[in-house]
């Protein structure tokens, strides 16, 4: 029987958590963090719930089931569960974040150096995708290619910089804001929310089990305790990444005043840091992070479409690849503002079906469970979507007032109540089929 050893497993924990680690996740905590100022402790705690604990946790329930997305909503029925995991692959994938990849390491890593044009973006995208695509067409040698390669460069340029946040900090922590004063867990929570890992998790899960197999190891029972290892290991890394750029965040209060995102934030102190050397350790940062991200989702959605079509892997991918290429064109703000809507709607979905598949022992038939907790979330899904695209005005009013709806989180008391009564429906049920056999 093959195992892994303790290199392999450390070079598929890199992987796990180069996948993860995006623009985004390096953007979202110094703004946060400078928010925060004095209540950093809370809000950082909050961040690392949802931005950290909810992508490891979908990991860990990919790695239980054994299969990908399409086997995790086996419960809500072929069509349901194939609709579901469409919308997902498409929304994280060729649509929306594939393509924000590419714009998004552009505008932070080398638009300083090269100016913005049309041209230059192109050029950029072509070159970017050209090597998504390389690193992808054999996702077979993803762990020695991303996790044994790219992910240590990574790994020390990120040293760099979370080092200098916490050796030497651009100021000292400075105030925070209102709603960070009132409450700073829950408005750390919902930055981590609006991470969308969660989602990631959902088609990373099977690029990490592929890895897993790829290197030999054929047993269930040690592809699922392997892909726990990889999630715990890019959990702890992430956790650090993110609470040393709280702290960078929290700091630059004075250098970066007026910031209107983590992105400026973080050019002002490597700038004041380590002037133009700051301005390359930024690029190389951004850019291998986009990049590593890119080859994950262009890798998991090659493999599910290939599987759903019937098509080659390749032919997916090259496909997948051009498309995402020309919708990157498009722009970071366009593109920002077609896909937050479309996330931010699947996410309720995204959070429920993974806690409701880690208590699946619980459900004596697990259709009676999942399907009507389902359909709620559903329902709260579109509203914020609805809300997010900035069309609130023809939402029912009754929306608003429900608990939590003001911190986004309005979905989580009605899909509790409604798993409550259907987890009693569901063990009534059983007990009276099981009493009249």
């Known amino acids: 029987m093959t195992r892994l050893k ?27 963090g400078m928010a925060a100022g004095e209540n950093i402790a809370a809000a950082s705690l909050g961040f690392l719930l949802t931005g950290v604990g909810l992508p490891l946790l979908t990991v860990v329930a ?54 913005n044009s049309p041209v230059a973006l192109f050029v950029y995208t072509f070159v970017y995708f050209a090597g998504v695509l390389f690193l992808s067409l054999n ?30 900090p651009a100021g000292v922590i400075g105030e925070s804001t209102d709603a960070y004063r009132s409450e700073p867990l829950v408005q750390g929570f ?13 088609v990373f899960g099977i690029v990490i089990a592929n890895a ?40 630059s209060h004075e250098l970066a005043a007026g910031a209107q995102n983590g992105g400026q934030i973080l050019t002002a102190y490597v700038g004041h840091t380590f002037g133009t050397f700051g301005s390359l350790l930024l690029a190389v940062v951004i850019i291998l992070a986009c990049l590593t ?3 994950g989702l262009l890798t998991a959605c090659g493999e599910f479409f290939s599987e759903l079509l019937k098509v080659s892997y390749r032919t997916v991918v090259i496909v997948l690849a051009v498309f995402s290429l020309l919708v990157s064109n498009q722009g970071l ?18 959070i429920v079906l993974v806690a409701l598949s880690l208590c699946n022992r619980l459900w004596v038939s697990q259709r009676r469970v999942f399907i009507p907790v389902m359909a709620v979330a559903l329902v709260f899904g579109v509203v914020d979507g609805i809300g997010a695209a900035g069309w609130g005005e023809v ?39 099981t009493a009249t056999a």
């Not at 990849?101 to 080398?110: D, L, N, P, Q, Y």
């Not at 290619?145 to 990120?158: D, H, M, N, Q, S």
């Not at 930055?191 to 969308?196: A, C, H, I």
């Open 62 to 115: 990919l790695a239980r089931v054994g299969g990908g997305l399409p086997t995790l909503t086996a419960p809500l029925g072929r069509v349901a569960g194939i609709a579901l995991a469409v919308a997902v692959y498409l929304a994280i994938g060729p649509l929306f974040a594939t393509p924000r990849t590419a714009v998004a390491s552009f505008e932070i890593g080398m638009q300083p150096f090269v100016g």
């Open 333 to 350: 703000t366009q593109l920002i503002t077609v896909s937050v809507p479309v996330l931010v709607g699947l996410y309720p979905l995204a």
């Open 395 to 433: 939402v029912p009013a009754f929306f608003g007032h429900l608990p939590l709806a003001q911190q986004g989180l309005g979905w989580l008391c009605p899909v509790l109540v409604t798993l409550l009564l259907a987890a009693v429906f569901d063990r009534v049920l059983g007990t009276r089929r």
């Open 6 to 32: 303790g290199l392999d497993l450390l070079a598929l924990g890199f992987m796990t958590f180069a996948l993860f680690l995006g623009a985004g996740n390096i953007i979202f905590p110094p703004i946060a």
């Open 190 to 202: 919902l930055q981590g929310y609006l991470t969308m890992d969660a989602l990631g998790a959902l």
């Open 293 to 295: 991200t890119g080859v």
């Open 212 to 251: 897993v197999r790829a290197r030999g190891v054929i047993d269930s029972g040690l592809v699922t305790r392997y892909c726990v290892i990889a999630g715990i290991i890019a959990a702890v890394a992430l956790s650090l990444v993110y609470l040393s750029l709280f702290y960078l965040g929290a700091t």
């Open 139 to 168: 996702p077979g040698r993803l762990v020695d290619r991303v996790g044994k390669v790219i992910t240590p460069v990574l790994i020390v340029a990120l040293i760099v910089l979370g080092g200098a946040a916490l050796f030497a």
